[in-house]
């Protein structure tokens, strides 16, 4: 039976990271944030509850110390694509993460993503697809 509290690592606690990490932590999940850069925990919302960890993702031992190996599920969402790349591959091979969620800038590099069993959410295709609603006549609708 599947557990409804989850355990959720959030890699990148900038404009994306920190406000999924703040839904997960108010939906009631347990979470650990992950950013090299101290700073960026401010984003979170006041009620967040979850732990924060500095480190530099693209290292395996914040990985590792990040608690990786429990997590139900790991978003991979640093600006970096090699950096996620390596987030989740490490997440999905060395620690066995079931569920893989990376940001990808480049379009072209989605493919690797998922022929590695990571899913993707590219922000360029996104938009590309909510703009071409405006091509087929869109905001007359
Ligand atoms: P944003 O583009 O606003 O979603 O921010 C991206 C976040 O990823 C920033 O808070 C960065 O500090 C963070 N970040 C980028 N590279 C790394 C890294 N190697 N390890 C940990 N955090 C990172």
Known sequence: MKRSRKFIVVFGCGRIGSAIASVASMKGHN?????????????????????????????????????????????????????????????????????????VYDPAKAKIFEESGVEVVCPVTLMVEKLRFYIDGGDKL
């Open 31 to 103: 979470v650990i944030v992950v950013d090299k850069d101290e700073r960026s925990f401010r984003r979170l919302s006041s009620e967040f509850s979850g732990f924060t960890v500095v480190g530099d993702a693209a290292e395996f031992e914040t990985i590792k110390k990040s608690q990786v190996a429990n997590a139900d599920i790991v978003f991979a969402l640093t600006n970096d694509d090699s950096t996620n790349y390596f987030i989740s591959v490490c997440s999905r091979y060395i620690f066995g993460v079931e569920k893989v969620v990376a940001r």
